[in-house]
């Protein structure tokens, strides 16, 4: 206080005369040392404002953890678009189409390729980038459903009198379709249509005997019979429906929980029509299918019939039908075949390397006991090359660099899918995330490459942990570097390219090369 000349809030300045007498007093060490510190700021003081502020505060986190404590229900949320949508009585369900899809020709088409019955105005549903990966095109259509509303036959965009006629380029085009067993898919408040396959055990067509049902998705375009195209214009759609509780005096909920089809050919002549687009369907013994003929006009009827049913199965569950299908896009023939092939030329190159290791060690056997000085031969040179950099490190970092970028996407997705954030209802996201997912984990892969090539004293790591993300940009400088002759025999990409930057001149490359 006496240098700064000020003094503390409240106090005066003690100013002692010049000619006082001091008494001497006996000091400590430590009272000494704190005497040539210099002094502390003065703090404040707490004020009644900020107690104020401080118990308001605690206050509040009081009452919000009351509130938690004796909160009655707490209601999670849902991921978007994959919420459960409830429906009231005669409210519209609506039917959308996705692609058609065949598991010969692995080519998606847009449902409206083929001369299906249109509504009044097509629209298109925003779709993401999986979803855009995966086909889908998914779109309104003429269908029209409501909720525990059923539906005997109804025809679509056409009248008996009045049928649908299908040009000669349409009729082929249409025959081309079934000839490649396409399937057609569509989905009802996101879930997607089923075929049911009942397969008897015992060969009979018993009802009184076991039988085991499967499901299939999509349903089948048509089928072929004596190089005859026929097309399934009749689709039986089967909905079942969860009824949730509710309380007293309101409308009851229902969730759709399972979309089945049966697709039915019926030939124009067997279809009887009672006006306002209702039509009577023909015993199913009694009635011809509608045939195709790609070499002339044809006239057909699309129509279809609603039925509900009532279920068990919770919204929650009603996916579990639809994750145990087999599906028909896996090829396991050439799964079996590629293995197969694997496994031949790997028993192939054994017993070539088994030949020569054994052909190897005899003549060392017999060398030995000429003469011990002789200069090593064969597989006995492989000893020198382990600890040995590799001849262009930047190929070995950048493969290095991809598996790892490869493996840590995969890794990151399957724990996401096993938290359950990539739900099948979720269309196209696990499409989406693989895809971002890679991109990310460039920076990972290109980390590990450039430290690698670090490790076997490179000298370019920036261009090396580069490669890994833009392979391509790396092939094309080594062009410019590479002679005629290399390029030409560059042609497997990049390990031929690489191999030519990371070569100490171009003159040293052709020699190697040579």
């Given at each position: 206080?006496?240098?700064?000349?000020?003094?503390?809030?409240?106090?005066?300045?003690?100013?002692?005369?010049?000619?006082?007498?001091?008494?001497?007093?006996?000091?400590?060490?430590?009272?000494?040392?704190?005497?040539?510190?210099?002094?502390?700021?003065?703090?404040?003081?707490?004020?009644?404002?900020?107690?104020?502020?401080?118990?308001?505060?605690?206050?509040?986190?009081?009452?919000?953890?009351a509130l938690l404590l004796w909160c009655p229900e707490a209601r999670g949320f849902y991921v978007p678009g994959v919420a459960p949508m409830n429906f009231h009585k005669n409210a519209v369900v609506e039917i959308?189409?996705?692609?058609?899809?065949?598991?010969?020709?692995?080519?998606?088409?847009?449902?409206?390729?083929?001369?299906?019955?249109?509504?009044?105005?097509?629209?298109?549903?925003?779709?993401?980038?999986?979803?855009?990966?995966?086909?889908?095109?998914?779109?309104?259509?003429?269908?029209?459903?409501?909720?525990?509303?059923?539906?005997?036959?109804?025809?679509?965009?056409?009248?008996?009198?009045?049928?649908?006629?299908?040009?000669?380029?349409?009729?082929?085009?249409?025959?081309?379709?079934?000839?490649?067993?396409?399937?057609?898919?569509?989905?009802?408040?996101?879930?997607?249509?089923?075929?049911?396959?009942?397969?008897?055990?015992?060969?009979?067509?018993?009802?009184?005997?076991?039988?085991?049902?499967?499901?299939?998705?999509?349903?089948?375009?048509?089928?072929?019979?004596?190089?005859?195209?026929?097309?399934?214009?009749?689709?039986?759609?089967?909905?079942?429906?969860?009824?949730?509780?509710?309380?007293?005096?309101?409308?009851?909920?229902?969730?759709?929980?399972?979309?089945?089809?049966?697709?039915?050919?019926?030939?124009?002549?067997?279809?009887?029509?009672?006006?306002?687009?209702?039509?009577?369907?023909?015993?199913?013994?009694?009635?011809?299918?509608?045939?195709?003929?790609?070499?002339?006009?044809?006239?057909?009827?699309?129509?279809?019939?609603?039925?509900?049913?009532?279920?068990?199965?919770?919204?929650?569950?009603?996916?579990?039908?639809?994750?145990?299908?087999?599906?028909?896009?896996?090829?396991?023939?050439?799964?079996?075949?590629?293995?197969?092939?694997?496994?031949?030329?790997?028993?192939?190159?054994?017993?070539?390397?088994?030949?020569?290791?054994?052909?190897?060690?005899?003549?060392?056997?017999?060398?030995?006991?000429?003469?011990?000085?002789?200069?090593?031969?064969?597989?006995?040179?492989?000893?020198?090359?382990?600890?040995?950099?590799?001849?262009?490190?930047?190929?070995?970092?950048?493969?290095?660099?991809?598996?790892?970028?490869?493996?840590?996407?995969?890794?990151?997705?399957?724990?996401?899918?096993?938290?359950?954030?990539?739900?099948?209802?979720?269309?196209?996201?696990?499409?989406?995330?693989?895809?971002?997912?890679?991109?990310?984990?460039?920076?990972?892969?290109?980390?590990?490459?450039?430290?690698?090539?670090?490790?076997?004293?490179?000298?370019?790591?920036?261009?090396?942990?580069?490669?890994?993300?833009?392979?391509?940009?790396?092939?094309?400088?080594?062009?410019?570097?590479?002679?005629?002759?290399?390029?030409?025999?560059?042609r497997d990409g990049i390990l031929i390219c690489t191999a030519s930057k990371i070569a100490s001149s171009p003159g040293s490359f052709r020699s190697k090369a040579k």
């Amino acid at each position: 206080e006496r240098r700064g000349g000020k003094t503390g809030p409240g106090r005066k300045a003690e100013v002692r005369p010049e000619g006082a007498s001091r008494r001497p007093v006996a000091v400590s060490m430590e009272s000494a040392a704190s005497a040539n510190r210099e002094p502390l700021p003065p703090t404040s003081a707490p004020t009644r404002g900020s107690k104020m502020a401080a118990s308001g505060v605690l206050g509040k986190l009081t009452c919000a953890l009351a509130l938690l404590l004796w909160c009655p229900e707490a209601r999670g949320f849902y991921v978007p678009g994959v919420a459960p949508m409830n429906f009231h009585k005669n409210a519209v369900v609506e039917i959308k189409a996705v692609k058609l899809t065949s598991s010969r020709t692995q080519l998606p088409y847009e449902y409206y390729s083929l001369p299906f019955c249109e509504p009044k105005e097509i629209k298109y549903k925003a779709e993401n980038l999986g979803e855009v990966l995966r086909g889908d095109r998914i779109v309104n259509t003429p269908f029209q459903v409501h909720m525990t509303i059923e539906k005997k036959c109804e025809i679509l965009c056409s009248s008996l009198d009045a049928p649908l006629v299908l040009s000669e380029k349409q009729s082929k085009l249409i025959a081309e379709r079934i000839q490649e067993d396409y399937y057609v898919h569509l989905i009802a408040d996101n879930l997607p249509v089923a075929t049911r396959l009942e397969f008897y055990l015992n060969r009979e067509e018993d009802k009184s005997k076991e039988k085991d049902i499967q499901f299939e998705h999509g349903y089948r375009l048509g089928f072929m019979d004596n190089n005859k195209f026929y097309l399934h214009n009749h689709l039986s759609f089967i909905l079942y429906y969860h009824r949730e509780d509710v309380e007293e005096n309101q409308e009851p909920n229902y969730r759709v929980v399972r979309f089945e089809v049966i697709p039915q050919s019926i030939k124009l002549a067997d279809l009887k029509a009672e006006g306002n687009g209702v039509c009577i369907l023909p015993e199913a013994a009694s009635s011809a299918p509608q045939e195709i003929d790609p070499t002339k006009e044809n006239k057909l009827l699309f129509t279809y019939s609603v039925r509900w049913e009532e279920s068990d199965i919770k919204w929650a569950s009603r996916w579990d039908t639809y994750l145990t299908m087999s599906d028909v896009q896996i090829h396991w023939f050439s799964i079996i075949n590629s293995v197969v092939v694997v496994f031949f030329l790997s028993g192939i190159l054994s017993m070539i390397i088994i030949r020569t290791l054994r052909k190897d060690i005899a003549n060392y056997n017999k060398e030995d006991d000429i003469e011990d000085t002789m200069e090593e031969s064969g597989w006995k040179l492989v000893h020198g090359d382990v600890f040995r950099p590799p001849q262009y490190p930047m190929i070995l970092s950048s493969l290095l660099g991809s598996g790892i970028q490869l493996f840590c996407m995969i890794l990151i997705v399957i724990f996401v899918a096993m938290l359950g954030m990539l739900s099948p209802s979720s269309r196209g996201a696990l499409m989406t995330t693989a895809c971002f997912l890679f991109m990310f984990m460039g920076v990972f892969g290109g980390f590990s490459a450039g430290r690698l090539y670090r490790t076997l004293k490179g000298h370019r790591w920036k261009k090396g942990a580069f490669c890994v993300s833009a392979p391509a940009v790396c092939r094309q400088g080594c062009g410019t570097q590479m002679g005629s002759g290399a390029q030409e025999r560059g042609r497997d990409g990049i390990l031929i390219c690489t191999a030519s930057k990371i070569a100490s001149s171009p003159g040293s490359f052709r020699s190697k090369a040579k």
